[in-house]
């Protein structure tokens, strides 16, 4: 029978090929057997903490096989995980674990200070991982309350239960949980696998952070469904990146536009051969097709770029054996039915473009605890609303063109300006101010603030601004342009003219 849940998919490769490669990182190899006691034996402490169907676990920790330990382990029990970025501060990881009312948070040395700082009542335990789990099975049970040797429960996790609660910044400025189910994730694991023919005897380079989509839907979920490997960085390192390609076992490797431009800048210029790579894929933001065109020129091997969302996990690609039409994101995967609807206004819009609507088996059911951004995020008729535009052509590849939301995309973080214009307003000493992004040659696009100072206030200065924003938010948040403005340009309405603001500021800088 076919897994109904990740850690079923797990167990079942670990009995039927125990001895098969799963994971390597930093020196150390764990076979699905191996890595499945650990699961086990991590579940079992899972348990003793109390953790129990439907509760949420928070993990707040960085790229190791321990993130994958604890993900599967909370999975296993039942419980519903709430990955974090590791980028975040307290006021983020805060508003996180209280509306998921979190019960338990995994972390790791590095992030106990902002776990502390950012617990909320519902939080009973906070679980630190030290780096000899990875090394020793047995200290898993360890970390259980109750001095270890339980055995693990059965496997709880459900085809229609809640696996994730993936939160994903909120155009009101706090971050919404879309839930997300183990049949979601499964059925995009499984659809990406047959268009992409991700097959047992591949290995994925995985380099792109485990607390997002890409990286843990696209990347992790889809190694663990084939039965397949995959090789863990801590972090992208374009030198570790295009050694590990020359010279080690990876088929794959998926990652942001970002990262790609940071690989031809480390080849610089020199060709490279890859020893078994068969597909590099791209997706999270736009890929520039000049990017595209390098790639294919040095690497021998044309991108495949995909387009995707927290919210729908993947939606389209273009075709593995077909033709990959650059600046487009290619046809639906199996089983998505997507639409274009009206033409639409807004920031970024552009002539005969409609918002992509989708529906289909990978979709979320909505946002957890806010039925009216669900119902918000919904058409009468079902159908979910990307906020994304775009445009058909003929032979039914999707470009996208804009976006219906003002939404910044930074190397592949999503950055809405209204969560920063928050931030910067508190400053004293700050009068106005509208935040835009704007084009860059390494994240895509940066963050900018324009501010208006007022004129009885306190001092306000550009480092001031950005300490002031890095104490608060994630560091990728901070302007890396702040203009300080007699006035912001408005309409009639009084709204901030942010197509003239952004050629202001590209002008002055
Ligand atoms: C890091 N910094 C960034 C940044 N990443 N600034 C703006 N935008 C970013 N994306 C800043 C840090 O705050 C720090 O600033 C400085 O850069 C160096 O930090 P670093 O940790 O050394 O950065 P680096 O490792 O180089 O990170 C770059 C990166 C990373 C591209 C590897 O941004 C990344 O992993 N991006 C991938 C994000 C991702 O997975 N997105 C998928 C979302 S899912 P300072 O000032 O503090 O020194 C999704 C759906 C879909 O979108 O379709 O996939
Ligand atoms: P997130 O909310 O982090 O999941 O980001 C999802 C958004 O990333 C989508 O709504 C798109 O705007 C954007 N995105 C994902 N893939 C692509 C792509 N290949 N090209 C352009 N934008 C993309």
Same mark, same amino acid.
């Given at each position: 029978m076919t897994p109904d849940s990740l850690p079923r998919a797990l167990a079942d490769v670990a009995e039927r090929h125990p001895g098969r490669h799963l994971l390597s990182f930093e020196g150390s190899a764990f076979t699905y057997a191996s890595f499945a006691a650990r699961v086990g034996a991590a579940a079992a402490a899972l348990h003793g903490w109390g953790l129990r169907p439907g509760d949420r676990v928070a993990l707040y920790l960085g790229n190791t096989p321990s993130y994958l330990v604890a993900y599967l382990a909370a999975l296993w029990c039942g419980a519903v995980v709430v990955p974090a970025n590791t980028r975040y501060r307290e006021s983020e990881l805060g508003h996180m674990l209280r509306d998921a009312g979190v019960r338990l948070v995994v972390t790791d040395p590095d992030g106990g200070a902002v776990v502390a700082a950012a617990t909320t009542p519902t939080v009973g335990a906070v679980v630190t991982l030290t780096g000899s789990l990875d090394e020793d099975r047995h200290a898993w049970a360890e970390l259980s309350p109750n001095g270890g040797a339980t055995r693990p429960p059965a496997i709880a996790a459900r085809h229609d239960a809640l696996a994730l609660i993936a939160y994903t910044s909120g155009t009101t400025g706090r971050s919404k949980g879309a839930m997300l189910t183990h049949g979601n994730l499964l059925a995009s694991a499984r659809a990406v696998g047959r268009a992409w023919r991700w097959a047992a005897d591949d290995h994925l380079l995985l380099t792109l952070p485990l607390f997002h989509i890409h990286g843990l839907g696209v990347g992790f979920h889809g190694a663990l469904v084939h039965g397949a490997a995959l090789t863990l960085h801590r972090r992208f390192e374009a030198a570790a990146v295009l050694a590990a390609l020359a010279d080690g076992p990876a088929t794959l490797f998926f990652g942001v536009p970002t990262m790609y431009g940071r690989l031809l800048r480390e080849a610089d210029d020199r060709p490279r051969e890859f020893r078994r790579l068969r597909l590099l894929v791209s997706g999270s933001a736009p890929l520039a097709v000049d990017t595209l065109e390098r790639v294919e020129r040095l690497f021998g091997q044309r991108i495949l770029e995909r387009y995707g969302m927290t919210e729908t996990v993947m939606l389209t690609g273009n075709p593995y054996a077909g033709r990959r039409k650059a600046g487009t994101v290619g046809v639906p995967f199996e089983g998505v039915e997507l639409r274009l609807a009206g033409a639409a206004t807004g920031a970024g819009s552009s002539g005969g473009a409609g918002e992509v609507q989708v529906r289909g =088996?990978?979709?979320?059911?909505?946002?957890?605890?806010d039925p009216d951004a669900t119902a918000a995020a919904f058409t009468s008729d079902g159908w979910f609303r990307t906020g994304d535009l775009g445009v058909l052509d003929a032979d039914g590849y999707l470009t996208l063109s804009g976006r219906a939301r003002e939404l910044i995309i930074s190397g592949g973080f999503n950055v809405y300006p209204r969560e920063v214009e928050e931030a910067i307003a508190a400053?004293?000493?700050?009068r106005e101010v509208a935040v835009v992004g704007l084009p860059d040659p390494d994240l895509g696009e940066r963050v900018a603030a324009a501010i208006v100072v007022a004129p009885e206030g306190p001092e306000v200065d550009e480092a001031g601004v950005t300490a002031h924003c890095q104490r608060r938010l994630a560091?990728?948040?901070? =302007?890396?342009t702040i203009a300080f403005v007699d006035e912001l340009p408005r309409n009639a309405m009084g709204k901030v003219l942010r197509h003239d603001l952004r050629d202001h500021l590209l002008a002055a800088t």
């Open positions: =088996p990978s979709v979320t059911s909505g946002y957890w605890n400053l004293p000493g700050v560091g990728f948040k901070a =302007p890396r």
